[in-house]
């Protein structure tokens, strides 16, 4: 991470002032403050990749930069960019400008943005320092929830599109499952998350804040089950002794199209973290423990619209064994 910023760089903030003062401008405020930014921004870093970079492409938004991941032969990648949106750095002309904990301040210089967009996990220092370069927005993906975060990126950066399109479509198709269902608020869905390590299982409460997929589970009114409610915070790390705790209807989990977290290292990185997990689940054992593909988690309209098809797949298109809570 560097902060100091060279001589060179100065001259570059200076410049760009100069470009910036000449564009249209208007007042927003967001999470960190009220700033002028332009009417129609021309050079977006993105200091997020899944949040913030994936859902402004997919808006339309002239996106110059972005933080993004870096591989084990260290290779730069946007995260679900390429399962998404079928994008990463090298076919779009993003610059990388470190990773999202990590940022290279004079990378981000270097690519003269006008308009620079981070979330609360953005460092408030750097973000601070940022603010000579360009006006630098927090966006609280957090506090917000997925569709109110689109739609705030949507206006900053001036490319609303089609997207209340969009929102009207995925909300139809919302009405249409939950007319297939028929029941929804009776079946109970339990959200997991197991990185390939295995060192932590996360779950989350349908209120959490795990992209598409708990906008999606949220909006069909599934419930959930009496240990999940009971869960002190909408996210938490789950021991392998209480594994018998995560039963429902559908307990569903993710993987990746990536190398590192394919559906056979994810599976195995559940027996690792709890051996004989599935025979502790009656969802499991009657294949009602779903893996879904990286893009559900994230934060685009694509993402929402995949978790929805998948998951009308598996709860409305099939028949599927109740679970009985009062058995457990």
């Known amino acids: 991470m560097t902060f100091r910023l060279p001589f060179v760089a100065l001259v570059l903030f200076a410049g760009l002032l100069t470009a910036v003062s000449a564009q249209e401008t208007r007042s927003y405020t967001a999470a960190n403050g ?10 977006i870093v993105a200091l997020n990749d899944q949040i913030v970079a994936l859902p402004l492409y997919e808006l339309g938004a002239p996106v110059v930069g972005s933080a993004g991941r870096t591989d084990a032969e260290g290779n730069h990648f946007l995260r679900g960019g390429m399962d998404t949106l079928g994008i990463d750095y090298a ?39 940022l603010q000579s370069v360009a006006p ?17 990126l949507a206006d900053v950066s001036g490319k609303t599109g089609n997207f209340e399109a969009r929102l009207q479509r995925y909300r139809d198709n919302i009405a249409r499952t939950r007319g297939y269902i028929g029941n929804s608020e009776e079946v109970s869905v339990t959200l997991t998350f197991m990185f390939p390590a295995a060192e932590e299982l996360w779950v989350y409460r349908h209120g959490g ?29 789950f021991s392998p002794e209480l594994i018998q705790d995560l039963d429902a209807d559908f307990v569903f989990g993710f993987y990746r199209q990536q190398p590192d977290a ?16 599935c025979l502790a689940l009656t969802a499991c ?31 409305a ?8 809570e009062g058995q457990q």
């Not at 009220?34 to 050079?43: E, K, L, M, Y």
């Not at 394919?262 to 997990?277: D, Q, R």
């Not at 009602?288 to 988690?297: E, H």
């Open 34 to 43: 009220t700033f002028d930014i332009p009417v129609a921004p021309q050079r």
């Open 91 to 129: 076919n779009t002309g993003m610059g990388y400008v470190g990773g999202f904990n990590g940022l290279d301040v004079e990378a981000i210089a270097a690519l003269e943005p006008d308009l620079i967009i981070g979330g609360p996990y953005t460092d408030p220092a750097v973000a601070e320092q």
């Open 209 to 237: 804040n795990l992209g598409a997929i708990t906008q999606v589970v949220r909006d069909l009114g599934f419930k959930e089950t009496a240990p999940i409610a009971a869960l002190p915070t909408n996210e938490v790390t």
């Open 136 to 152: 630098t927005l927090i966006i609280n993906n957090a506090e917000l929830g997925l569709i109110e975060t689109i739609r705030a």
């Open 285 to 315: 054992q009657n294949g009602q423990f779903v893996l879904l593909p990286g893009p559900t988690f994230g934060t685009t309209m694509a993402g929402l619209d995949l978790a929805l098809e998948l998951v009308e797949g598996h709860v």
């Open 317 to 324: 298109g099939r028949p599927f064994t109740p679970f009985d």
């Open 262 to 277: 394919t559906p056979a290292t994810v599976l195995a990185a559940y027996e690792k973290f709890a051996p004989g997990w």
